[in-house]
Structures are given as C-alpha cells and as structure tokens.
T-cell receptor, first 112, second 113 residues
Framework: DADVTQTPRNRITKTGKRIMLECSQT?????MYWYRQDPGLGLQLIYY???????NKGEISDGYSVSRQAQAKFSLSLESAIPNQTALYFC???????????FGDGTRLSIL | AQSVAQPEDQVNVAEGNPLTVKCTYS??????LFWYVQYPNRGLQFLLK??????LVKGSYGFEAEFNKSQTSFHLKKPSALVSDSALYFC???????????FGSGTRLLVRP
C-alpha cells in the first residue's frame, strides 16, 4: 500500500463547482503539503500544515482552502472551480523540514 | 528570495554515456538541496539531498550530485545512463530560515538506446 494516498486520481468537472481533493498518509508525519504542478513551472506550494492546529498559506493559496481533519488527513478544496485551476495536484508529507518529502501519485484535475 | 534554476528543459544522452542535469540556486542562508525524479503518472520520488558535509552526495539508483558553494550549483550526475533513467527531474532548495521547498521548473531526461 502507498504511504501517501490521494483521491481521486482523476477528476473532470465544470466551472463553478466545488471540489475536494483528499490526501491520507500512513507515515505518521506531522507535516503535510499541497502542491500544484503545471507544465514548465515545476511545483508551487498551495498550503502547508505542521500539525492539526497549524495551517499556513503557500505561494498560490487564492481560490483554495484546506482542512486538516487529523494527523493523517489533509484535504484541499476549490470552492468555485475555474479553468485556470486545471493542473496536477500533489500532496506530500515529511517528519522534519530538512528531510525529504514523500509524495502521493497526484490528482489530475480538469475544469471545463 | 530563494530561487532555483534548471537551465535545460531537456537533456538527451545515449545509454551508457555519463549524464549531467544542471541546477543553480539562490538562498539567503545555508542551503538544503534536494533532487527528485518523476515518472509518468507518479508523484515525485526522492533521489538525494545535501544538508552539510561532503560536497559529493550519493543517492538512489546510482545518481550523485556535486555541491559547489562558489558557483551556487548542485548538478545531478550519473556515470552511465540507462534507458530507464528517462524521466522528469526536479531540483529543490530550502534555506535555513524557511520551512518551504522551492522547486525548479524541471528537466526532462531522455536516454536513447
């Protein structure tokens, strides 16, 4: 079983819809991250959380919100999806900031 | 501000030849440097990191990277490329005062048989 699981793996939806992407991890890490990947731009940080009560905005948080339901679960929401939010979304975890991050396999989101 | 540059969008090498994927960085303090690899339809996988110590870092799958402080570079290398090394490679940096990783734009490595 994967250490970091993202659901769904693929999603196609329409402009204006609310969407939730979910991430769960079995590594026992406190730190969790949501990234967006666009071709040629690398990964951009959307939100990060160092524990259940600590949530922080990243570089591109506008239009997104998150919920840390438990140590193992970190969800990303698009309240009203727009086409330029079409991208690959990745969740990652780590136990310390100077240790590698462990990534899920991503959610490919298309907004029509 | 932190930044990472991967100047090559794509690197092409023949199987068996050495490969280099370039990365330069800019940080305000001591750098923490990482290389990740991404295969199609998969998340990023950690290859190696430099925190402190020896400038030559060895990692997974026969990869290594050389930290050069004066040139602010952290190039990824492998003595003999395999076709299975073909993938997207990302360099990332964190400075000592930040909790965030900054990723480069990625370099696609294509190893031809």
């Amino acid at each position: 079983d994967a250490d970091v699981t993202q659901t769904p793996r693929n999603r196609i939806t329409k402009t204006g819809k609310r969407i939730m992407l979910e991430c769960s991890q079995t590594k026992g890490h406190d730190r969790m991250y949501w990234y967006r990947q666009d071709p040629g731009l690398g990964l951009q940080l959307i939100y990060y959380s160092f524990d259940v009560k600590d949530i922080n905005k990243g570089e591109i948080s506008d239009g997104y919100s998150v919920s840390r339901q438990a140590q193992a679960k970190f969800s990303l929401s698009l309240e009203s999806a727009i086409p330029n939010q079409t991208a690959l979304y990745f969740c990652a975890t780590t136990d310390r900031v100077n240790q590698p991050q462990h990534f899920g396999d991503g959610t490919r989101l298309s907004i029509l | 501000a932190q930044s990472v540059a991967q100047p090559e969008d794509q690197v092409n090498v023949a199987e068996g030849n050495p490969l280099t994927v370039k990365c330069t960085y800019s940080v305000s303090g001591n750098p923490y440097l990482f290389w990740y690899v991404q295969y199609p339809n998969r998340g990023l996988q950690f290859l190696l990191k430099y925190i402190t110590g020896d400038n030559l870092v060895k990692g997974s799958y026969g990869f290594e990277a050389e930290f050069n402080k004066s040139q602010t570079s952290f190039h990824l290398k492998k003595p003999s490329a395999l076709v299975s090394d073909s993938a997207l490679y990302f360099c990332a940096v964190r400075d000592g005062s930040s909790y965030k990783l900054i990723f480069g734009s990625g370099t696609r490595l294509l190893v031809r048989p």
